[in-house]
């Protein structure tokens, strides 16, 4: 039996977890395949531009040896990103693809969160021929918040929750709706009187300027609505 994940079907994209990046989804519904990477990267354009960033197809990416037998920075994905403007992305791959429409619809907070990982994986690889086995605590939440991160806005009359990460989407696409996130407490205020678009844009400054430590909510997370 295939994997729900690995079959592409848009109707999919319509539930309501989808809600708020629906202009994105709606520009691939009549795609009657997995998008090309190229296609997708073009869908995406006017987004992903805002922040000098393009989509473009590569393998899972795996860092690259130096002469000197230590790892090439400049060969980890979140470095390839800050330093290329390049996200690397898979082909037929829903997690990818998931990533690309957070990317669109967050690009702002997307960008400060890879920059964030950059750091760290330069400084794991530093003078070392393999990553370390393990991440370090602040690895791991940065890691969470880019996979599994549920953003609670509260703006001057009424609260709202905005999904970020993208695996949680990747778990909506294939029917898993029984999941948990990391809980990020945003003040955006007058929010509830901006447009769709304008809040989702509010939203995105919000995140890319927070200090991480101080509204990441402590816990083991909470459900996903």
């Known amino acids: 039996m295939a994997d729900r994940s690995s079959v592409w079907d848009p109707a999919r994209l ?3 977890r989808f809600a708020r990046i629906a202009d994105l989804v709606a520009r691939l519904a009549h795609e009657p395949d997995w998008p ?3 296609v997708l990267d073009a869908q995406l354009r006017p987004e992903l531009a805002q922040v000098g960033m393009r ?3 590569a393998p899972k990416t795996r860092p690259q040896l130096r002469p000197d037998g230590t790892i090439d920075p400049a060969t980890l994905y979140e470095v ?3 330093e290329r403007g390049e996200i690397p992305t898979r082909p037929r791959n829903a997690h990818d693809l998931l990533n690309a429409l957070v990317w669109a619809a967050f690009p702002r907070a997307k960008l400060a969160l ?3 990982l950059a750091d760290v994986q330069r400084e794991r690889a530093a003078g070392r021929a393999k990553l ?6 602040a690895h791991d939440r940065l890691a969470l918040i880019d996979e599994g991160a549920l953003v609670c806005v509260t703006g001057t009359a009424t609260a709202s929750t905005w999904i970020f990460g993208h695996a949680i989407y990747e778990h909506a696409y294939a029917g898993e709706l029984a999941v ?3 809980a990020i407490d945003l003040a955006v205020p007058e929010i509830d009187a901006l447009a769709p678009l304008a809040a989702r844009a509010a939203v995105d400054h919000a995140l890319a300027t927070a200090e991480l430590a101080r509204v990441v909510r402590a816990g083991p997370g909470i459900a996903v609505d």
């Open 55 to 57: 989509l473009v197809e």
């Open 132 to 137: 370390p086995p393990t991440r370090s605590r």
């Open 114 to 116: 890879s920059r964030a």
């Open 14 to 16: 319509r539930h309501r």
């Open 36 to 38: 090309a990477i190229a």
């Open 80 to 82: 390839q990103i800050v």
């Open 180 to 182: 948990r996130g990391i």
